[in-house]
């Protein structure tokens, strides 16, 4: 029988015996010996244990897994074999808090159980699994081959020298058409005939891709190669499961037998930079020999074809289905598109910002040291002050100056300095403001002007990425060069320096109160929905309506400020699960007036007296919410909320707001990027000069040529407003239109002339 340890953080009520005993015997450690330890780190830990004398260790949880080995994912590699005798797994004492973790749980135990007993299989890559291609004739019989072979569809995959398809060139491509059977292709032995072949395969086959944005990318910069038809699996597991990690490594480990297939490729890539003396950052992939690269790479092709045999089953649910061939396949297409169209920076403009606001920030630091507490701390410390020091600057307002805590903690357990804290304390001390606006200051020139400049292409464009995977509500993001999400708002900077080319326009078109749209309509309020119909200020409007005002709805803003701001509160806040405590606080903040809970508690009933239909759909939505732990949205999305089930009620009612806030947020959501889709169509169809480049929240950007601005903005709300089954008649969602040159919309040049 197999010798077998289990090696825990610390001992816990987990019955390991219980879970494991019937399969196996083992012996259980744990990594320190001291309960009292609330966070064990690793000069704590005081195991002694000798791995040499058993045959399986199981490692629970991520401290033992990173003790033991380099790996810092449990929950990646849970119930896989890592480093030949070790088997991590998921620390089971989470599930009564969070039920989400229960399905990993089951098949890693199921999974370690079956390893112990020898019933998986070390799985022996060979020249039939794997296979690389460096001759011409060889790659185009293979071409040949696939075309020929009775399937429908066939993986492809790309290995490049950059991560977008201007920094970098392509090395090689990776195919697979059947199952188990993969091949890598150096590009360099490609010819005319091999592109044909490869666009007949394109043209006959549905191409399925593993993040088909980046790879359609770059296939269609170096290559100019069109797919009429491809799919994506990132995004087909996506729609099986949104809270998971979608990634081809994870998904590998954990649907197909070939686990960890990159171990080998990124193990000589540590050691050629170990002897190289190479940072990680300056290591490229054109240095890897193809000898080493082509299994790894051919296995990314055999994977991607095995994960859509499995994943493709989820398109026999009609709602997925509709997701994923209506929003999310032509979603790729048209964010593939709005990346090659680059956002327009004025570069003149960023060196000239970058000069501006580095005096700015030279002018608040001297502001700064100026102030008699800073030269009191000084003088006590014996050194100059740093306000980039948290330590300094947390003696500073805590010791020096003596302005009490917040309250808010950072992760070590230390009085917060961070910008809320900084903002609140400022009301108390004029140095917190100080050092915020330093802050503020430098992270717009560190963060924004200095890297944007050298991530600029050639036409003075960024290419960076939108993202329709990452979030669980399905709104986009964005990453990469730059998170068009994150631009500052309070300064226009940044905003400033997206400029139009000289005859153009940036065009910005953005959804007002759309999420109180879908509200509106899904819950069938014909109140809520008169509202809109009325076509007056919309906050206002609800205010008269809720508080029974004697004045007219123009008139409420003037009269009753306080009452239209009480409303516009609950408005926004009850489509998330907002409270009486919530809305008093906002209201308080908004208006500058104390608003008391018992008031706030006030306008929840009498705005749900007024929208009694809205409440009703609320309620009926959390019942189905905590029975199931699911709910679909319009568009057809699940959203999948296990841990409705948890004992701990905030992350049970956390869950059910989540999956209220999912229904409004993912329709409005699509309700947008379903215009820009159509949009972006009739401009290719119609060879419109315009360009949209970035999706920011609920708003479509483009830069446009001045005579197509009216024709443009026309076609876009004609979109926008499309009756797509949320649709209020004669008063179609709200859309809003700025132009200007540049981003912040003349703010720029207000500010700095």
């Not at 005859?503 to 809520?528: P, Q, S």
Request: glycine share 6%; with cysteine.
């Amino acid at each position: 029988m197999p010798k077998v340890a289990l090696v825990e953080t610390k001992k816990s009520r987990t019955r390991f015996k219980h879970e494991f005993d019937h399969a196996f015997e083992f012996d259980q450690y744990q990594l320190c010996s001291d309960p009292t330890i609330k966070k064990v780190l690793k000069k704590d830990c005081d195991i002694e244990i000798d791995t040499d004398a058993y045959d399986w260790i199981i490692l629970v949880g991520s401290d033992a897994l990173k003790f033991f080995t380099k790996i810092n994912s449990v929950t990646e590699y849970s119930g896989k074999k890592v480093e030949g005798k070790y088997l991590p797994v998921i620390n089971p004492s989470m599930l009564a808090f969070k039920p989400e973790a229960r399905g990993t749980w089951d098949s890693s135990k199921e999974s370690i159980i079956k390893h112990i007993a020898g019933e998986i299989e070390d799985v022996v890559i060979t020249d039939s699994i794997a296979r690389g291609i460096q001759d011409t004739a060889e790659a185009n019989a293979y071409f040949q081959a696939a075309i020929d072979y009775d399937c429908d569809y066939v993986a492809l995959d790309s290995e490049t020298t950059g991560l977008y398809p201007r920094d970098g060139h392509m090395l090689g491509l990776s195919l697979s058409y059947k199952a188990d059977e993969g091949v890598y292709i150096d590009t360099a032995c490609l010819d005319e005939e091999s592109e044909r072949l490869m666009q007949e395969l394109f043209d006959k086959k549905l191409v399925i891709f593993h993040n088909a944005k980046f790879d359609i990318a770059f296939f269609e910069y170096h290559f100019n190669f069109k797919f009429p038809r491809f799919g994506d699996t990132m995004l087909l597991h996506y729609i099986i499961n949104e809270n998971e990690r979608h990634g081809l490594k994870e998904l590998s480990l954990k649907f197909t037998k070939y686990g960890d297939y990159e171990k080998p490729m990124y193990d000589w890539m540590d050691q050629y930079r170990k002897q190289h003396g190479m940072l990680k950052g300056d290591f490229t992939w054109d240095l890897i020999p193809f000898d080493v690269m082509y299994t790894y790479a051919s296995l990314d092709a055999v994977c991607t074809f095995l994960l859509y045999e499995k994943f493709k089953k989820i398109l026999e649910n009609p709602k997925l289905k509709r997701v994923y061939d209506e929003i999310l396949i032509p979603g790729c297409r048209f964010l593939t598109d709005v990346q090659d169209n680059g956002v327009p920076f004025d570069k003149d403009r960023l060196v000239a910002s970058q000069d501006i606001m580095q005096a700015d920030i030279d002018e608040a630091v001297a502001g700064l040291y100026k102030n008699p507490r800073i030269a009191e701390f000084e003088k006590i410390q014996g050194k100059e002050f740093n306000p980039n020091s948290t330590v300094q600057l947390r003696s500073l307002l805590f010791d020096c100056i003596g302005l009490q805590p917040t309250g808010k903690k950072t992760g070590t357990g230390a009085n917060s300095t961070d910008a809320e804290v900084l903002q609140e304390l400022s009301a108390k001390s004029e140095v917190p403001g100080l050092i915020l606006d330093i802050r503020q200051k430098g992270k717009i020139k560190n963060t924004y002007l200095d890297k944007i400049i050298p991530q600029l292409d050639r036409d003075s464009r960024l290419r960076t990425g939108f993202n329709l995977h990452t979030t669980t509500s399905g709104r986009l993001s964005s990453s990469g060069k730059l998170n068009m999400q994150q631009l500052p708002r309070d300064n226009p900077t940044v905003k400033g320096c997206i400029k139009a080319a000289p005859g153009h326009k940036i065009v910005a078109m953005d959804l007002t109160t759309a999420e109180v749209y879908v509200a509106a309509v899904l819950a069938e309020d014909k109140a809520l929905m008169d509202v809109f119909r009325s076509g007056g200020n919309f906050h206002s409007t609800i205010a008269h309506k809720v508080f029974k005002l004697p004045c007219a709805v123009e008139e409420v803003s003037e009269l009753y400020g306080d009452k239209r701001q009480a409303a516009k509160a609950v408005t926004f806040g009850i489509m998330y699960g907002a409270g009486p405590a919530k809305i008093s606080e906002q209201v308080t903040k908004d208006s500058g007036k104390y608003f008391s809970k018992h008031e706030a508690q006030e306008t929840i009933n009498d705005y749900f007296n007024e929208f009694h239909k809205l409440k009703a759909w609320i309620n009926t939505n959390e019942d189905f919410i905590r029975k199931n732990g699911f709910i679909y949205s319009y568009f057809g999305r699940k959203r999948r909320l296990p841990n409705v089930q948890s004992q701990d009620k905030g992350v049970s009612s956390s869950s059910i707001r989540s999956g209220l806030n999912f229904l409004v947020q993912s329709a409005a959501s699509d309700i947008n990027l379903l215009g820009g889709i159509d949009m972006n169509e009739h401009i290719k169809a119609t060879k419109m000069k315009s360009r949209i480049f970035a999706l920011v929240h609920d708003s479509i950007l483009a830069e446009v040529p001045e005579e197509e601005v009216e024709d443009y903005c026309e076609k876009l709300q004609t979109y926008i407003q499309q009756d797509r089954g949320i649709f209020i008649p004669g008063a179609p969602v709200g859309c809003d239109f700025e132009i200007d040159t540049d981003y912040s919309m003349g703010k720029f040049e207000k500010l700095y002339g």
